[in-house]
């Protein structure tokens, strides 16, 4: 039987089929030895048993995140807060240029809401952003905009990316239906480990789709990538018409890129940020396989 994996906690996970039933399972063999085998959002096949099944083998992935170990996610949430504390819009570049390179879709939730609709220039400041991604502004104090959030999402896998304290984990508890936020976590309570301690990824039903909830890294590597691979992870100059095709918009001849931004087409500050990652030299750390 095939199923995804929803959470994976020491020697078992909890799956869900196609069906929509949840099954608890175990590893067969080699998959018990090595950390790392069995990821949440892996496709396994299954052998159902009572209490628990048998997670036979996984099935071949099409991309795996390191931080936070994920499997086959489709999608990048990227959740900014304009306020309390001002997000950075660097760190939002580099999560959307993240997603880019990763064949990820990605879309911006600005959160927080209630603390800044009044106040005149916080939206419109996002405006270059809002053009290119898909952008909801939720408050989970209000529940403004949150029900939003689903059709954002429609049927794919996505994964939260976004500073500590923008209110990831805060919006994720919106979303699920009430008395639902423990269920995957039950299986902390099964093992007798404590969830609080425990720092695995899980993914949660939202609509028809699915929500993981992830840590805030600061420090975030780009997957490995050529300049040119890095250009074209800004979707705003795609086919600009330079007059090299391997143009990378800095300062060659016959480029169209200023034009683009003297039109204001192209925002200064992607811009910036994008030269700033042209200069970067290559990661250190393999945060994104
Ligand atoms: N006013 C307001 N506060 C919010 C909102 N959403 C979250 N917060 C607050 O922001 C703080 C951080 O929220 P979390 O949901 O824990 O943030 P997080 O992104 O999960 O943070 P990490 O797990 O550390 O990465 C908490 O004190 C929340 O109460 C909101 O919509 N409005
Ligand atoms: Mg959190
Ligand atoms: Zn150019």
Known sequence: ??????????????????????????????????????????????RPAEPVGMIE????RHNHLVRPPLANADGLLAVFSPVEPPGSVALLDRRLVTAELMGLRAAIVMTKRD???????????????RALYPTVAVSTVSTEGVDLVPGLLGT???VMAGESGVGKTSLLARLL?????????????RTGRG?????????????KGWLADAPGFTQLDLPPHDSLELRDAFPEWRGAGCRY??????EEPG???????????????????????????????????
Do not use: K, N
Not at 15 to 29: A, E, L, N, P, S
Not at 195 to 207: D, N, Y
Not at 245 to 250: E, F, N, Q, S, Y
Not at 263 to 273: A, D, L
């Open 57 to 60: 083998q996984v099935l071949p």
């Open 156 to 158: 794919a896998v996505w």
């Open 177 to 189: 239906p009430a008395g639902r936020a423990g269920a995957v976590g039950a299986l902390s309570e």
């Open 255 to 289: 480029c169209a890129v200023p034009d683009l931004l003297g039109r204001g087409v192209v925002s200064q500050e992607r811009y910036q940020h994008y030269r700033l990652l042209q200069q970067e030299p290559p990661p250190r750390h393999r945060a994104w396989g």
């Open 245 to 250: 095709a391997d143009c990378r918009h800095l």
């Open 115 to 129: 603390l800044w609709e009044a106040r005149p220039g916080v939206w419109e400041r996002m405006a270059p952003w």
């Open 1 to 46: 039987m095939r199923a995804r994996v929803l959470e994976v906690l020491g020697e078992q996970a909890w799956v869900v089929d196609d069906g929509g039933q949840r099954h608890v399972c175990q590893f067969r063999g080699r998959l018990r030895r090595a950390v790392g085998q069995v990821l949440a959002g892996d496709w396994v096949d299954v």
């Open 195 to 207: 969830r609080h301690t425990t720092r695995t990824v899980a993914l949660s039903p939202v609509g």
